[in-house]
């Protein structure tokens, strides 16, 4: 498997290669590219841009999140963005508990359940809030005008969670005015159906998004159903050119079954699950004046009620009862950005949560419930980040966040950064950043394991980067190189004859990460990413090797795609004193086509796992083989 990675490589470095000699033969036959620099929000609330950023900042837009209609955001996610991989179980549905999937790794940090990879919707945080973990079923792609991805700590900006990294999914919001929907409708292997429908308006000051999605599957295994419901909506109103309203509503609904591994399946289990998010927001922007500044404050609340019959082995009885919890995350948050001076930003800011559930087993013979927790933790934290361009060529960016946590206590998260502006097309960057994750609820108060003297687990992080543009930007690269080490993580290990949580040991992890995007021509778009991850001590759903290479052709009348996905070296168990580990390698070809029938109706097909590859990502789940889906979609 290592020999097709390394071939994967060697084809995209010929490839690559091609793509220089096209662009000097043709570069007369080519519209010229005006020069745009990329704007990103997330790592430092305010908008700046990106090459002024020590941070790793991974942009994916709207157009390659919707072209190979994905429903979730998290499968593109995995093949665009190198160094980051997400855990599936099947070919719709990530679950959640015993037999769940979509745990995010980020340089092979992310705990299981994932805590170390915060996910952000507008910037506000998105988690259960007695397991500190993110549900993954939760982000649609209709929700997203783009997601961005911190590839490394963001603990600066967004205190603990934010320890390996942050998916910030930045939802719609028109500028102009504008009428647009869109529905569509899609079905295909597994009795799997996608169907939904989303509009943006915009008229003067007042503009909204809105959008509901349905999707089920009987899956590839017995007992393995999936459904949901989900709905969005995002309202604006502009006061004047320096200050807007806004609000934001999210509710899903979704119910699904484990069917356990093939060697010990399990029956009659199901999860249902209901979670939601409101949030308002007041932001202003002042660009003219003597100081330049923008800033928000924004309040939100996020939570859930699950549900979880665990079920039981074939011929075993029946459970006795069933788990249920509600979880609650709610807060505020707020910052300004000032310039002080000439090519400076300073950044203030101040967050505090309060977040926690209740969490019970209802038993099923007489409805009587037997309480595990009720408990609830807050944190307040506020933040400095200053950044200066001293010359043409040099930005300086510093800062550092001081919290405190109810149980965890005291807290601090300091950050610091050059970038090196070789030219307009090129620049060098060097980061030193600290994270954290102070110890979740679960780790605490629940089940044998907890332990109430938990500390928080703390990483510091070093990386490189390079970036340049080639031939008028059509053409990017980006290197990096970094060097992880955390301690005082938590595991579960035997203490005296029992199970305990407990601060022990560190992980060392170092690696590099290559990404190749150009334009061949109009219209035909080629990007491929790689990354190599060393581990000290392995992890589970973090491979080795991570390779990826996409290759679309967009016409007016019609659309090709097509991707191949190679990985190596993924850890899908440990070994223990009785058992080896279980290293898994695959490849996956991937293909997509659409057409434009009428106007802006369009019919398209895609295909998963051309190769029939037989894989799996969680032990015990064997992933489907080739799965198809076909359907229309209309913009009107």
Not at 127 to 143: I, R
Not at 293 to 301: K, M, Q
Not at 467 to 493: A, C, K, P, W
Request: proline share 4%; net charge negative.
């Amino acid at each position: 498997m290592f020999l097709k990675v390394k071939s994967c490589v060697l084809f995209v470095s010929l490839l690559g290669l091609f793509s220089e000699v096209t662009y000097a033969s043709s570069e007369a036959q080519v519209d010229s590219v005006r020069v745009i620099d990329e704007v990103v929000v997330t790592g430092t609330r305010s908008k700046a841009d990106l090459r002024l950023l020590p941070l790793t900042v991974s942009v994916v837009n709207e157009n390659r999140l919707t072209e190979r209609g994905e429903i979730n955001i998290l499968p593109t996610l995995t093949q665009d963005v190198p160094g980051m991989f997400i855990t599936q179980r099947g070919v719709l549905g990530y679950s959640v508990s015993t037999g769940g999937s979509g745990g995010i790794k980020v340089r092979g940090i992310g705990g299981s359940p994932n805590t170390d990879v915060l996910v952000l919707i507008d910037g506000l945080p998105q988690y259960a809030g007695l397991y500190g973990h993110p549900v993954a079923d939760n982000y649609q792609t209709m929700l997203a005008e783009r997601v961005e991805v911190v590839r490394g700590p963001a603990s600066m900006y967004y205190g603990s969670n934010a320890m390996g990294g942050v998916v910030n999914i930045v939802t719609h919001q028109p500028e102009k005015d504008t009428v647009l929907t869109n529905v569509h409708v899609q079905a295909g292997s597994y009795k799997t159906l996608d169907a939904g429908i989303s509009n943006q308006f915009r008229k003067n000051k007042f503009s909204s998004a809105a959008g509901f999605n349905y999707s089920r599957t009987d899956g590839h295994r017995e007992n393995m159903e999936f459904q949901e419901y989900n709905g969005f909506l995002r309202l604006g109103y502009d006061f004047n050119e320096h200050w807007r309203l806004g609000g934001t509503g999210n509710i899903a609904y979704f119910s699904t079954h484990n069917p356990g591994t093939v060697t010990a399946p399990i029956e009659e289990s199901q999860f249902n699950i209901l979670r939601g998010m409101a949030a308002i927001s007041l932001e202003n922007e002042y660009t003219q004046s003597r100081f330049p500044t923008s800033g928000a404050v924004r309040v939100y609340y996020n939570g859930g009620k699950h549900e979880i019959n665990d079920g039981h082995a074939h011929g075993a009885p029946a459970p006795t009862q069933v788990y249920n919890h509600t979880d609650l995350m709610m807060g505020a948050s707020a910052y300004q950005s000032l310039k002080f001076f000439k090519d400076n930003r300073t950044t203030f800011g101040f967050d505090y949560q309060h977040f926690g559930g209740h969490a019970w087993n209802r038993m099923i013979a007489n409805e009587t419930e037997v309480n595990i927790i009720d408990q609830t933790q807050s944190e307040v934290a506020g933040y400095v980040d200053f950044h200066q361009q001293i010359a043409p060529w040099l930005a300086l960016d510093a800062g550092i966040r001081l919290g405190n946590h109810s149980e965890a206590g005291f807290n601090y998260a300091p950050q610091g950064g050059l970038s090196f502006i070789l030219s307009h097309d090129a620049e060098i960057k060097a980061l030193v950043s600290r994270g954290y994750r102070n110890p979740t609820i679960r780790e605490l108060y629940m089940y044998k394991p907890a332990n109430q003297d938990l500390d928080p687990v703390s990483l510091w992080n070093y990386e490189l980067s390079y970036h340049q543009h080639f031939l008028q930007r059509r053409m990017r690269v980006g290197l990096n190189v970094f060097y992880l080490h955390s301690d005082n993580n938590i595991e579960t290990q035997m203490v005296e004859g029992r199970p305990l949580n407990v601060n022990t040991g560190e992980l060392k992890n170092a690696g590099f990460e290559a990404e190749v995007g150009c334009r061949i021509w109009r219209g035909l778009h080629v990007n491929t990413n790689y990354s190599f991850l060393h581990m000290e001590n392995p992890t589970l759903a973090a491979p080795e090797h991570k390779f990826n290479l996409s290759v679309a052709y967009h016409h007016e009348r019609f659309c090709v795609g097509s991707s191949l996905q190679c990985i190596s070296g993924l850890y899908t168990a440990l070994a223990t004193k009785e058992t080896l580990a279980v290293k898994e390698s695959f490849v996956l070809w991937n293909a997509n086509a659409s057409v434009r029938i009428w106007r802006e109706l369009w019919a398209n097909v895609k295909a998963d796992n051309l190769l029939g590859q037989e894989y799996e990502i969680n032990a015990g789940f064997p992933m489907p083989k080739t799965t198809m889906m076909g359907g229309i979609s209309w913009s009107f």
